[in-house]
């Protein structure tokens, strides 16, 4: 039994008329009685009882109409639901970000944009460090993420950098180098040899140092020695650190505003060479929709952005 013989039962029922569902599907009668009758055989029972005017449903060729419509509306059903699949329109997207790239303005206004155009789509968010989101998305469990600077650049991961912002030195609020202890904000920034007389505490996994691998090698180009008195895995932990008064440690512009009450910012004097960028990761031979157009609306926020 195919679709198309449910689609001439239908029309001879509903017409009750051989000649009339022919011309209704464009055919000739004589193939559709030969269709019918093949149905009938193949199901085993008289699905129409015929007379001069035309023909009637049986018993079992109203049972049957019934299952027939079901049958026809689930597939045209699923053919919608495909269409909007093969368009992007529905699906599932899973993103995975830092918290430190989550804390940029950009990645809440891309996430709005993306609902709003498309609603359809289940958003699976996870929020973790860079070399998990890494391997994640290499293992096929992501289709994309934002983090900072790549930890590493597996086979088969494409990395596009975004956007790219400043860092700034974050210490106590009551640090000797805080605004608030000198009673007015400081004339220039905090120079590099000045971070480094202080305990500085690091967001690295062992093997996969990201950005702050760059800060070290900033400092040991210019003979500095600095002392790490802290590691760890996230951003967060990273300000709940400073925070508490335990080092100093160097953030991204847009997480500045972080534990306002208790953290003091300001920018590091020849860190010039020093940035931070957002980057997109996302899989070369990725046949995800959804995360293809999740990733053509980041490039254009960027692009605006960067314009703006």
Same mark, same amino acid.
């Given at each position: ?19 009339r ?20 055989r193949? =199901?085993?029972?008289?699905?129409f009882? $015929?007379? *001069?005017?035309? %023909? +009637?449903?049986?018993?079992?060729? #109203?049972?049957?109409? @019934? ?17 909007r699949?093969?368009?992007?329109q ?66 088969? =991961? ?5 956007? $790219?912002? *400043?860092?700034? %030195? +974050?210490?106590?609020?009551?640090? #000797?180098?805080?605004? @608030?202890?000198?009673g007015?904000k ?37 003979g ?59 899989? +070369? ?20 952005n960067?314009?703006?």
């Amino acid at each position: 039994m195919d679709i198309r013989a449910l689609r001439y039962f239908v029309a001879v029922a509903g017409t009750g008329h051989m000649t009339r569902a022919a011309e209704q599907l464009g055919i000739q009668q004589p193939p559709l009685s030969l269709q019918i009758k093949a149905l009938e055989r193949e =199901l085993g029972v008289l699905l129409f009882k $015929r007379h *001069p005017r035309g %023909v +009637a449903l049986t018993d079992a060729g #109203r049972l049957f109409q @019934a299952e027939a419509l079901r049958m026809l509306q689930d597939m045209e059903a699923m053919k919608q639901r495909m269409a909007r699949v093969a368009q992007g329109q529905t699906g599932t997207l899973a993103v995975g970000f830092t918290s430190s790239a989550a804390a940029h303005r950009f990645m809440p206004e891309a996430l709005r944009a993306f609902r709003r155009a498309h609603p359809g789509v289940e958003l699976q968010l996870r929020e973790d460090n860079a070399a998990e989101l890494t391997e994640a998305l290499a293992a096929g469990r992501l289709h994309c993420g934002l983090l900072r600077v790549p930890v590493a650049r597996p086979e088969g =991961l494409v990395f596009e950098t975004l956007l $790219r912002e *400043p860092v700034w %030195v +974050a210490m106590p609020s009551d640090h #000797r180098f805080a605004p @608030a202890a000198n009673g007015k904000k400081p004339a220039k920034p905090l120079p590099l040899s000045k971070l480094c007389e202080e305990g500085i505490i690091l967001v690295r996994r062992p093997g996969a140092p990201g950005l702050y691998a760059e800060l070290l090698a900033l400092c040991h180009a210019q003979g500095l020695r600095p002392r790490v008195v802290a590691e760890v895995d996230r951003m967060m932990t990273n300000l709940n650190l400073v925070a508490a008064g335990v080092g100093l440690s160097v953030v991204p512009t847009s997480m500045t505003g972080v534990h306002a009450h208790a953290i003091a910012y300001t920018r590091l004097a020849d860190g010039g060479q020093l940035d931070a960028p957002l980057t997109l990761v996302s899989r +070369a031979d990725e046949d995800n929709l959804p995360a293809r157009h999740f990733a053509a609306l980041l490039r254009g926020l960027a692009e605006g952005n960067a314009a703006a």
